[in-house]
Structure formats: C-alpha cells, structure tokens
C-alpha cells in the first residue's frame, strides 16, 4: 500500500528553535508539495519540486524557512528560527506529473506534522 | 475575487439525503477540478477529479463541471454520518499545481 510518510507526526518546540520536518514521497513519484494548514488561511502552499528541483517557493518565507530533496526519496523542510506564528499542521503530498491529464495533477498527502512552537 | 469560492458552511443535511456542495473558480485554463475530503485532525484524502463538462460517478459520488459557469460540484447520495467531513475543492492551475478552496464542511445527521 504506497503510501506518503511523514515524520515527526507531532512536535512541540519553543521560540528559537529549528525545526526540521521530513517527508518520503511515493515510490516512483517525481513532483513533491509542501503545505501549511491553518483554520484561517486553508491550505498554503510553501515550496513545489519536480524531479528534485524546486519550481515554486513564492509561498515560503524566505527568511526562515527552507526546503530540499537531498534524493528522490527525501524532502525536507526546515524552520530556523521557529516563530509562535510557524504553528500549523505541515502537510506534504506527491505526484506524478508524467501521466495525462487529471491523474498527473493528482496529489497524495501524507499524515501531516503537527507543529507547536511555544 | 478569490480564485476558488466554497460556502464554509457547515452544510448540514439528514442521514439517507442528498448532500450538494458547490465551488467556483477564476481561473479559465483550468482542465482538471478534484474534491478531497478531510476528516478533522487527519490529511486531505482524493474522492475524485473531473476533466470533461458534464457529470462523473463514482458510486455514492457524482462531480458535475460547468467550465462555461466556471462552476464544478459534488452531489453524495444517500448520506451518511461517516460522510460527515470538510470537503475541499481544488481546480488544477499552472505546472501540476492545485488551486486550493477553503473547503464546505459537511454534518451529515443521524
């Protein structure tokens, strides 16, 4: 069952601290999305990467946070420093952009991390 | 204008009903339009895209797209209180990228 994984499923941190989140995207999927989540705002997203490159990141502050795919199978997003405001549930989804129409627009998320910054 | 409108609701409809919910977009090009369904607490899960004007089934689960209206919707038949969730709507826009609404949430009651 392929499944999107993410870790850590819950963390809590104070002010200050970095924060790193990590997700393993399908096996064979190639585009990888990272979203924030907050009851006002819905869902945000904060960096796209196809084939390991990132396309978009307009939607990430640029001062604090980043993000990477070291490999096919890894992205991450880290926050440095962790703001209070930074608290939201992380979400990360993958796709696979080579097949048409629809089914290369469909995204699959994972659990989510729940981040607490204090 | 946001680029996808969704009542918030809640939508509130009883057991063995038929729960309509609608979106609209802003943007021309979009070719797909996907719902997700979000149970509180856990992710945003796929039911269906639709490509084409015109209805898709998918057994309880039927999208209609009016690209003309730049409208699309989702009819459940025969509620069920486990349908009870937030339901998102998502038109794709540039790059395999979706265009998220902010979501209906649905009560379906027993």
């Known amino acids: 069952d392929a499944r999107v994984t993410q870790t850590p499923r819950h963390k809590v941190t104070e002010m200050g601290q970095e924060v790193t989140m990590r997700c393993q995207p399908i096996?064979?999927?190639?585009?990888v999305f990272w979203y924030r989540q907050t009851m006002m705002q819905g869902l945000e997203l904060l960096a796209y990467?196809?084939?390991?490159?990132?396309?978009?990141d307009s939607g990430m502050p640029k001062d604090r946070f980043s993000a990477e795919m070291p490999d096919a199978t890894l992205a991450t997003l880290k926050i440095q420093p962790s703001e209070p405001r930074d608290s939201a549930v992380y979400f990360c989804?993958?796709?696979?952009?080579?097949?048409?129409?629809?089914?290369?627009?469909?995204?699959?998320f994972g659990p989510g991390t729940r981040l607490t910054v204090l | 204008q946001k680029e996808v409108e969704q009542n918030s609701g809640p939508l509130s409809v009883p057991e063995g009903a038929i729960a309509s919910l609608n979106c609209t977009y802003s943007?021309?090009?979009?070719?797909?339009f996907f719902w997700y369904r979000q149970y509180s607490g856990k992710s945003p899960e796929l039911i269906m895209f639709?490509?084409s004007n015109g209805d898709k089934e998918d057994g309880r689960f039927t999208a209609q797209l009016n690209k003309a209206s730049q409208y699309v919707s989702l009819l459940i038949r025969d509620s069920q209180p486990s349908d009870s969730a937030t339901y998102l709507c998502a038109p794709a826009g540039n790059n395999r990228k979706l265009i998220w609404g902010l979501g209906t949430s649905l009560a379906v009651n027993p």
């Open positions: 989804a993958s796709g696979s952009s080579g097949l048409a129409g629809g089914k290369g627009d469909t995204q699959y």
């Open positions: 096996l064979g999927h190639n585009t």
């Open positions: 990467f196809r084939n390991r490159a990132p396309l978009d």
């Open positions: 943007d021309r090009g979009s070719q797909s």
């Open positions: 639709i490509y």
